[in-house]
């Protein structure tokens, strides 16, 4: 019964339109930034219901999701703006040049774009590992998969078991990880060129358009590695933005964490990242640990609606629990 009070509230307050005016309140009310953060954008056409779906949206969703918050709400890349709504994206997908920019533009939206060097057009694996990973797995045949010191059977119903299994094994031997991407490569059907759009890395000149353009380019870690399974020396190289992206990044000074997870990066890794010379580190995780370890909402699929007002909705909800 409280469950269905609950849900009636809910939806109630996002027809009514009461939840944009408690937003807009509690954006002046409150010191909390609100930002959201985006990964992949995807044409309708192409949008497939795989592992990677959770965090990609339709090209149609994103596009009232953004027309909806140009309507709404003062929108900017200031993050220190406690009144505004922040976008940020992570991972530098090409689809965040060929399909999010131009609608961004067509909305007059700047956003913040945090690369990963091993995920641009000048690195030699191009892919970002957690996508060719989930992409692999959206099409892996059962059977015994083994490299490097992994080792698991896949079966018709232990997906999410072999999924978590390779996962953890994979973040905490990152020295694998090349072993593990040749593997799939060259010794499973496994194609990825059959998804190539969904997984292109951008380009400097992709990237320079944007910055021309007004996007702020910042750094998200050299690899994406999960920054609390790695030693101080690989944490160190990690958060080193090397040279030729210097000059393409523009805001040095702030950091995405890779997956964002609290729980496996304490307060050394924060301090280390601080050391090293960045002011700000935004995580992947809704509330904030201070005004130079700010939180944002991780936009996942299942926030996908044609308007992205009742997931905002739920926003002023983890306030509450500050
Ligand atoms: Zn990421």
Redesign the pocket.
């Known amino acids: 019964v409280i469950r269905n009070i609950a849900q009636l509230l809910y939806w109630g307050t996002h027809y009514s339109g009461a939840n944009k005016a408690w937003i807009k309140y509690l954006l002046k009310k409150r010191d909390v930034k609100l930002m959201l953060n985006y990964h992949h954008i995807v044409k309708d056409e192409a949008f497939v219901q795989n592992l990677t779906h959770g965090y990609s949206h339709r090209l149609s969703a994103f596009d009232a999701q953004m027309a909806y918050l140009s309507e709404n709400f003062k929108v900017n890349t200031d993050i220190d703006d406690y009144n505004s709504i922040t976008i940020t994206f992570?991972?530098g997908a090409k689809s965040n040049f060929t399909n999010a920019h131009g609608l961004l533009e067509k909305y007059g939206l700047k956003a913040w774009f945090f690369l990963n060097d091993r995920h641009l057009d000048t690195s030699p694996q191009r892919t970002l590992w957690v996508d060719e990973m989930y992409e692999w797995l959206s099409h892996a045949k059962t059977g015994s998969y083994a490299f490097g010191s992994f080792s698991k059977d896949l079966t018709n119903d232990n997906l999410f078991e072999f999924e978590q299994h390779l996962f953890d094994h994979l973040v905490h031997n990152f020295d694998e990880l090349d072993a593990f991407i040749s593997f799939i490569r060259s010794n499973t059907h496994f194609d990825l060129n059959s998804n190539a759009d969904r997984f292109a890395p951008m380009s400097l000149d992709e990237l320079a358009h944007m910055k021309a353009y007004g996007h702020e380019l910042g750094f998200?870690t050299r690899n994406?590695y999960m920054l609390g399974s790695i030693s101080s020396e690989v944490l160190a190289n990690e958060l080193v933005i090397p040279d030729y992206l210097k000059n393409v990044i523009n805001r040095s000074e702030v950091l995405s964490i890779?997956?964002g997870i609290p729980k496996t990066v304490n307060s050394k890794v924060f301090q280390e990242i601080f050391d090293a010379g960045y002011k700000t580190i935004l995580l992947n995780e809704v509330r904030s640990k201070g005004a130079d370890i700010k939180g944002r909402i991780n936009v996942v699929n299942s926030s996908e609606l044609p308007k992205i007002s009742s997931y905002l909705a739920r926003w002023p909800l983890f306030l509450f629990e500050r």
Do not use: L
């Open positions: 992570d991972d998200h994406h890779p997956f």
